[in-house]
């Protein structure tokens, strides 16, 4: 599914990433730790195209990112979904709007749209919102309506970065368990994260990164590891 | 369906957000294609006035005194062969001495004491259209002054020469203060499209994030663009049509340039719509620039 082969990424002859080789199959749920910049959104932004690799391949789906054309990087990031700290929803517009965006984009038919609208916001419990302005909702649920949309074309790849990372412990729960939920239905699922409480119930296959490098793959998060978790 | 639905909601939305910078744009856009719509307006009302005094162009061939009705033939035939002449028409002596009483009448008594035929038999001469060059008249000229029976040609070219040389430096100056407005108009608009993406850049963002395509994103910009033009464009057509009509007034009302009204037009119909279709081309032209260059890195 998404493949580094000794990917290095400079930024002002700065590394973001030196030399990293990592694999992810189909259905994995990935959590990367490590501290601020350590290459957690870097290596994210390799993946969705919106970077290339100075050193090194980078295989998504089978594509060759450092080889992808600018024009096909948006029909790459249509098989993704994108949950981020910041939302990045328009807050000028309804929920239903926001969540409908990536429909509207591919060209989706209007029944269409609103069934898949539907499906996705009952899935994070924000059916009832479908007509509120999004400036107007609470931060919990604008991210609630960040994670609709990011799921809403059923992507292959859900990327979030620092998903949790204006949330309180209880809201935080609630996003934990949305994650769960889509990883559950087989979406694979990157999450670059600070958060312990995050990466203690995600499960997930934990990858530390310090300084641009890997520093450990550990597997899934256990009491007897968690030592060595951020 | 709900896409073209989305970029029309979008479209609206981008003018109403800047819609001061939008306003602005128009005005200066309008002022800007007017300026070159004046001296357009110049150029076309000359070279009008220019072609027609050309279609008017007449050669006039005297005659020898007491020249024989023969040798009148004779001339007129040889007129008449010529590929250059449209048509031929001869004034007696009698016939110029009657023309010149009824055209002058005041200096009627100059020919007084001259005899009956003081004024030279002539041919009137019409050109055919596409022979009115200096060189094909000064040839035609050549030819006929060694024809039996001629005494001199007298044909008034050089003054619609002239007139037609300060038509050709026209048209290139209007060709080169056109190119630099159109360069002028395009700065505007690309310059109020820029603004227009910037206030929303946080919306681009995200629509990059999530798969739009360039052109899905441009689509907006473009339309507002050309929207822009349009607007500007129209705005330069009242404006011109307005000034036209307050200086014909003028015109009319000082009395100078009598006759000139006549001449004197503003465009027809398919130049003022092509005005408008010139702040059209201009305005998405330069939107397309403004948003394509933005939008070159892959973020």
């Known amino acids: 599914m998404i493949q580094f082969f000794q990917v290095t990424k400079y930024f002002d002859r700065y590394a973001a990433l030196r030399d990293v080789t990592l694999r992810v199959d189909k259905g994995e749920c990935v959590l990367l730790t490590g501290p601020s910049g350590a290459g957690k959104t870097t290596l994210l932004k390799l993946i969705f195209g919106a970077e290339v690799p100075d050193e090194g391949q980078i295989l998504v789906q089978n594509r060759n990112i450092a080889r992808l054309r600018a024009s096909d990087v948006p029909y790459l990031r249509r098989t993704m979904g994108f949950v981020l700290q910041d939302f990045k929803l328009l807050p000028q517009k309804t929920v239903f709007e926001n969540v409908a965006l990536p429909l509207i984009i591919q060209g989706t038919a209007g029944l269409e749209v609103r069934r898949k609208v539907s499906e996705a916001l009952k899935a994070v419990g924000l059916d009832h919102k479908r007509g509120s302005q999004t400036a107007g909702v609470s931060a919990g649920e604008q991210q609630r309506v960040c994670i609709a949309r990011a799921i809403v074309n059923s992507p292959i790849i859900l990327l979030a970065d620092e998903p949790t990372g204006n949330l309180d412990t209880n809201l ?16 694979t699922v990157m999450l670059a994260t600070h958060n312990r409480q995050v990466v203690e119930e995600m499960k997930g296959r934990i990858i530390r990164l310090h300084s641009g490098r890997v520093l450990s793959d550990q597997g899934v998060y256990s009491e007897t590891n968690s030592l060595s978790c951020p | 369906m709900r896409r073209i639905l989305y970029l029309v909601r979008e479209t609206v939305a981008n003018i109403w957000v800047n819609r001061m910078s939008v306003a602005i744009g128009v005005v200066t856009t309008a002022f800007t294609i007017a300026c070159f719509g004046v001296f357009f307006l110049l150029y076309w009302n000359l070279k009008n006035l220019a072609g027609s005094l050309q279609d008017e162009i007449q050669v006039m061939v005297y005659l020898e005194p007491d ?112 190119l630099i407005l159109a360069v002028a108009t395009v700065t505007i608009i690309a310059n109020t499209i820029r603004l227009s993406f910037y206030a929303r850049k946080k919306e681009i963002e995200i629509l990059r994030l999530i798969g739009a395509t360039r052109s899905f994103i441009a689509v907006p910009y473009v339309v507002e663009g050309a929207f822009l033009g349009v607007v500007g464009g129209g705005l330069s057509l009242a404006l011109l049509k307005g000034g036209f009509e307050v200086f014909r007034f003028e015109l009319d009302a000082s009395g100078w340039f009598q006759g000139l009204d006549s001449v004197i037009a503003f465009f027809p119909f398919q130049i003022s719509i092509l005005l408008v279709v010139t702040g059209f081309l201009l305005g998405s032209a330069s939107s397309l620039l403004s948003v394509y260059s933005l939008l070159r890195s892959r973020a």
């Open chain 1, 172 to 187: 935080t729960m609630e996003i934990i368990e949305l994650f769960k939920a889509i990883h559950a239905r087989g979406t």
């Open chain 2, 67 to 178: 020249t024989s009705k023969v040798m009148v033939s004779g001339v007129r035939r040889h007129l008449e062969g010529e590929h250059a002449v449209a048509s031929v028409a001869f004034i007696s002596e009698q016939e110029a001495v009657k023309d010149f009483h009824q055209q002058f009448p005041e200096e009627s008594s100059l020919l007084d004491g001259m005899g009956d035929t003081p004024l030279p038999a002539s041919f009137v001469v019409t050109l055919a259209p596409g022979f009115q060059s200096s060189e094909l008249v000064e040839g035609l000229a050549e030819r006929v002054r060694g024809v039996p029976g001629v005494e001199f040609v007298r044909y008034s070219r050089d003054w619609i020469d002239t007139l037609g040389l300060f038509v050709s430096y026209l048209e290139i100056g209007a060709l080169v203060i056109g």
